[in-house]
């Protein structure tokens, strides 16, 4: 399904942030994760502060989001099958990790690109893949 609209860009991040901040809950309150348990649930936290942020760059840009199409951008290449932290064992919870985090920072960056009209938007994107960028390096610490 394509992206067509500013609106629809940002719909599909908040989604997108809600479905990954989810799974690192569910992953901070995993046996298996005890020690990074702090980590994953800075990640929960830093999705609700994309959320927040994405929301509102939405509303103080909704007059251009009516004039600002976008074109050859699509959903399915950025869907991921929600995980489930509380079953997952140590390897899996850092593969499914690594997914999110790629998908998000490739939708961030290339969104940015296909809103550009919208200076404000476009940085707003930037922002929240360079959060996700620091996320991934904090993986692969683990």
Do not use: C, W
């Not at 990074?36 to 990640?43: A, I, N, P, T």
């Not at 959060?131 to 904090?138: G, L």
């Amino acid at each position: 399904m394509p992206i067509t609209s500013f609106g629809g860009l940002l719909n599909f991040a908040e989604k997108m942030e809600k479905q990954d901040m989810a799974f690192y809950e569910s992953v901070a309150t995993n046996p298996e994760m005890k020690d990074f348990s702090d980590l994953f649930h800075e990640f929960a936290k830093d999705g609700k502060k994309n959320i927040t942020h994405i929301l509102r760059t939405r509303r103080e840009n909704v007059t251009e989001m009516i004039l600002e199409p976008i074109s050859d951008f699509f959903r399915e290449p950025f869907v991921l099958e929600a995980g489930d932290g509380k079953n997952m064992d140590r390897a899996q919870i850092l593969d499914y990790s690594q997914k999110m985090e790629a998908r998000a920072i490739a939708y961030y960056t290339q969104g940015a690109v296909k809103i550009k009209a919208l200076p404000e938007v476009s940085q707003a994107l930037k922002l929240a893949g360079k959060k996700r960028i620091a996320h991934t390096k904090k993986l692969s610490g683990i």
